[in-house]
């Protein structure tokens, strides 16, 4: 074998030639401090530590790399490649880092949101409830309450063309109304009265009075009142609410009532 | 004999690079970087993926001077370009989702304002 000498000096003389090439020089020097001060910065920082610890290895590897190369003659170049990767898996590490970080306060902030949502649901549900009963008030301020009948709600002469049993269009607000009081009580059931006034026989009063009773009830079922809700019953000149004596008095007994049951479904008593 | 070997040594240092072999396998690894960094969005005129791009160009003609170790080089930091290009990508898109999300939330609570 021979002596460690005589290997090292082609190795030492190497270093002669390389060291003319290139001291280190300044830049180096500023490469270097610029990666170590990056890579201080992420190692001490715990998050960076926790969502990239390869990285930040690499970092640090590199950067021993460069530091380790920086003692030597003439590796200016692969020193301030080492710097180089170095930095840019420190800035890659905290690239890494950041978007973790989102993720993680993405994933709670979505659950802020379902509860936010559900919260909003629930509050907008309430003030579809609270509007439904203002449906309900509007409804009820046209009834009357009727000692023996209950809830009345009254459908005047004007409704109808005289002896005619057709609705007019000027009875649609206040059924469309009671169509969606049903529907939000779907409990209710109601009867449906029809009225004439004394004038002309008794038997036509009773066909008139019953045909605009079944008038009003084809135009609920038209609206999507189920059937099995609508009793229909007609009077004739019956139970007049004023003397038929004067004409004000024929027209207020010319009308269609409408009897609501109580929110049970149980309807008042039927006139005999 | 000392004095040639010193000689040689000498000469050897110098070619350095044309010692080194061929990267294959970082040519490979820097072309798969850049292909992620493109395939998560990261612009092919956005700083760090520009970087990696004509670093990896660099290389390709020092590869084809034979100039094995610049090659090597070149390549090495392209691939750590190419990777921060797909990483700040990543953190873009994140910031984004979190900015979208805070705007729903704060949506929602003013809308339950509204409502209560």
């Not at chain 1, 390389?18 to 990056?38: F, P, R």
């Not at chain 1, 007019?168 to 009867?191: D, G, H, W, Y």
Request: some cysteine; charged content about 30%; proline content about 2%.
């Amino acid at each position: 074998m021979k002596p460690a000498s005589t290997l090292l000096r082609p190795v030492l003389g190497a270093w002669l030639v390389l060291g003319l090439a290139g001291c280190a020089n300044h830049a180096t020097d500023e490469a270097l401090a610029q990666a170590s001060a990056k890579f201080q910065a992420v190692r001490d920082n715990t998050e960076v530590l926790r969502h990239a610890p390869k990285d930040v290895i690499r970092a640090g590897e590199s950067l021993a790399r460069a530091e380790r190369l920086s003692g030597y003659w003439g590796a200016n170049g692969d020193v301030r490649h080492y710097a180089y990767l170095s930095m840019r898996y420190t800035d890659i590490a905290l690239a890494h880092s950041e978007a973790a970080a989102n993720l993680d306060q993405l994933q709670r902030r979505g659950l802020e949101r379902e509860r936010l949502q559900l919260a909003l649901r629930e509050s907008k549900l309430l003030s579809v409830q609270r509007q439904g009963q203002w449906f309900e008030d509007q409804l009820l301020a046209l009834t009357t309450t009727d000692a023996d009948r209950g809830l009345v709600l009254t459908l005047g002469d004007v409704l109808f063309d005289t002896g005619e049993a057709d609705l007019k269009p000027s009875a649609n607000r206040t059924l469309l109304k009671l169509v969606q009081f049903l529907q939000m009580n779907p409990r209710r059931v109601i009867r449906i009265e029809g009225y004439t006034d004394s004038t002309g026989a008794a038997e036509d009063n009773l066909k008139l009075s019953r045909d605009r009773a079944q008038a009003v009830a084809d135009m609920l079922v038209d609206l999507g009142v189920e059937e099995r809700r609508i009793e229909v019953e007609g009077y004739g000149d019956q139970y007049p609410v004023e003397a038929n004596a004067t004409e004000r008095g024929r027209a207020l007994n010319r009308r269609v009532e409408i009897v609501i049951s109580d929110r049970a479904g149980a309807l008042g008593e039927k006139r005999q | 004999m000392n004095k040639r070997l010193m000689i040689a040594g000498a000469l050897l240092a110098l070619a350095g690079c044309a010692t080194d072999p061929v990267p294959d396998e970082q040519l490979r690894l820097t072309e798969q970087a850049i292909e992620q960094a493109r395939a998560v969005g990261a612009a092919d005129d956005s700083v760090p993926l520009a970087d990696a791009l004509s670093k990896a160009a660099r290389a390709r003609a020092d590869l084809a001077d034979q100039n094995n170790k610049a090659a090597r080089m070149a390549l090495e930091q392209a691939e750590l370009d190419a990777r921060l290009a797909e990483a700040n990508e990543l953190t873009r898109k994140s910031r984004e989702q979190l900015a979208q999300m805070n705007a729903r939330i704060q949506r929602l609570h003013k809308q339950l304002g509204d409502v209560q």
